[in-house]
């Protein structure tokens, strides 16, 4: 199993930014996806999943200001950040969650500044 995620780069503070992760290779179809970011000097932290029947859940720090959505079909997560804060800046990194593990894709760097 490979994920592929894209779609990061810099964006002023409070403007938007949409990524998304791809997997690919034997995949369960019963799964959970989602995104986890590090930024730098701290802890990988949730951010958001959402399993395959479309059940969503996010960290309070991201609350109304990202979603999360998936194409079963093409096996791919999207992560749709609006208003985004300098506090968002990390890498974030996908991961496909089944009952033979987790899968890890490798990250795209997200910066938020002016």
């Known amino acids: 199993v490979q994920l592929q995620a894209s779609g990061g780069g810099l964006v002023q503070p409070g403007g938007s930014l949409r990524l998304s992760c791809a997997a690919s290779g034997s995949i369960s179809r019963i799964n959970t996806m989602g995104w986890y970011r590090q930024a730098p000097g701290k802890q990988r932290e949730y951010v958001a999943t959402?399993?395959?029947?479309?059940?969503?859940k996010y960290a309070d720090s991201v609350k109304g200001r990202f979603t999360i959505s998936r194409d079963n079909a093409k096996n791919t997560v999207y992560l749709q950040m609006n208003s985004l804060k300098p506090e968002d800046t990390a890498v974030y990194y996908c991961i496909l969650r089944t009952d033979r593990g987790d899968y890890w894709g490798k990250g795209t760097q997200v910066t938020v500044s002016s």
């Open positions: 959402i399993t395959n029947g479309g059940f969503t």
